[in-house]
């Protein structure tokens, strides 16, 4: 047994013991761990790694918005003190890795949120866990990613689970049976997409009349998306971040193709409207995030975050900001910023409400909830129903 599972396992059997001779209910509804904090503040350095520069900086923004009005709340209650550095990693996986060196061998981080992108956590998880230190991907969907190892979690559904959501949903919907589909080759997360989309319409039972690939930064679709015309599917499924998906909607419709497309969780921004304009009305995507849920909880969050920042909170900040929430309740469960833990901490969280909606981690660290399937209508996302 490695020196950080050995420590794992003592942090785990004291929690246990404590738990056994104390009695009493957990510290807040969402841990199956008691309260170790004693009534005092717990304080805590936890790092973070952004896409703040570069093509994908509304990520970034987004992700440290939703961070920063969480830590804002935290620090109002005082339970907990959590002090935020902050790394950005410009969405390469070079510098995401160097800014996780730095957070941790500098900074002496006790945890880790991001980085933005799965390949991102492709190269810092390992480096996080062979380190012991607790890492949370906000935004990292792409399959096995909490399997890279024990300290690794995420709060974004993976797209295993969101995309046959709202394939399923547009299927049901359009009575589809031919499908189209596209994606970036050279992005694991875009490449992620693609095979969960591969996947759902092989189980689908539905005909796959072109498969057409794209790199990222490219700028001219016609060629594809003039195959996928004269193919003439039920449905286009994307799988794109958000620039390359945006102008691909805007030329599709400005080609003649008036078919529903179906996205991938690159789709899931705001910047979607904002890029394709009315191009990109009738885009599909399953997201854990809605802010026209009719909770107080949600709608609490959407009002506190416009009236900060100046705008709705898309999913990236929801993420986040529940993301900072889960972080706040292992240190408080820890009762102290030592990342075995904080790491403890997070495996017990069960039924944690947030404005996501109900989550619990899986035994792989993995986060279990529902999506829900929206449609933008009116330059506007709404409830798929």
């Known amino acids: ?42 304080e805590a350095k936890v790092g973070v790694i952004s896409w703040l520069t570069g093509s994908g900086a509304s990520y970034g923004e987004a992700i440290t918005n939703g961070l920063k009005l969480a830590n804002e709340e935290l620090t109002e209650k005082g339970d907990v003190k959590i002090d935020l550095v902050i790394e950005d990693s410009a969405g390469a996986q070079d510098q995401a890795l160097s800014a996780a060196q730095k957070l941790m061998n500098n900074e002496n981080v006790s945890a880790i949120i991001g980085p933005t ?36 979690f995420r709060d974004s559904i993976p797209e295993a689970v969101a995309i046959p959501a709202s394939v399923k949903k547009a299927v049901d919907e359009y009575g589809a049976k031919k499908v189209a589909l596209i994606y970036g080759n050279d992005d694991v997360f875009t490449k992620s997409g693609y095979d969960t989309m591969k996947k759902t ?28 015309k004269n193919l003439k599917p039920d449905l286009v499924l994307a799988s794109a971040l958000y620039n390359e998906g945006a102008v691909i909607l805007d030329q599709a419709r400005k080609m003649g193709i008036d078919v529903p497309f179906v996205g ?6 705001p910047e979607i409207i904002n890029i394709a304009g009315d191009a990109a009305n ?16 949600v709608q609490n969050f959407v009002k506190k975050y416009n009236e900060e920042y100046g705008k709705d909170p898309d999913q990236f900040a929801a993420q986040a900001y529940d993301g900072l929430y889960l972080m706040a309740e292992a240190i408080k469960t820890a009762g102290s910023d030592d990342p075995d833990a904080i790491r403890d901490g997070l495996a017990g969280i069960k039924d944690f409400e947030g404005v996501l909606g109900t989550m619990s981690f899986d035994e792989d660290g993995d986060i279990v909830m529902e999506p829900t399937v929206l449609i933008i209508e009116d330059g506007k996302f709404k409830e798929f129903k």
């Open 264 to 269: 991938g969780n690159g789709f899931n921004s």
């Open 1 to 42: 047994m490695s020196l950080k599972r050995t420590f794992s396992f003592v942090a785990l059997f004291s929690t246990l013991l404590l738990a056994a001779c104390g009695g009493g209910d957990s510290a807040s509804k969402g841990s199956e761990n008691n309260d170790k904090s004693g009534g005092e503040t717990v």
């Open 117 to 152: 992108l799965s390949t991102e956590m492709n190269v810092v998880g390992p480096e996080a866990d062979m380190n012991g230190i607790p890492i949370l991907g906000t935004s990292t969907t792409a399959d096995g990613i909490p399997q890279i190892g024990e300290y690794v």
């Open 201 to 228: 319409v092989e189980d689908m039972g539905l005909e796959v009349v072109t498969t057409e690939t794209f790199q990222i930064g490219q700028s001219d679709y016609k060629a594809q998306l003039t195959k996928i």
């Open 282 to 297: 009738g885009l599909i995507v399953a997201t854990p995030w809605f802010a026209g849920k009719e909770n107080e909880k």
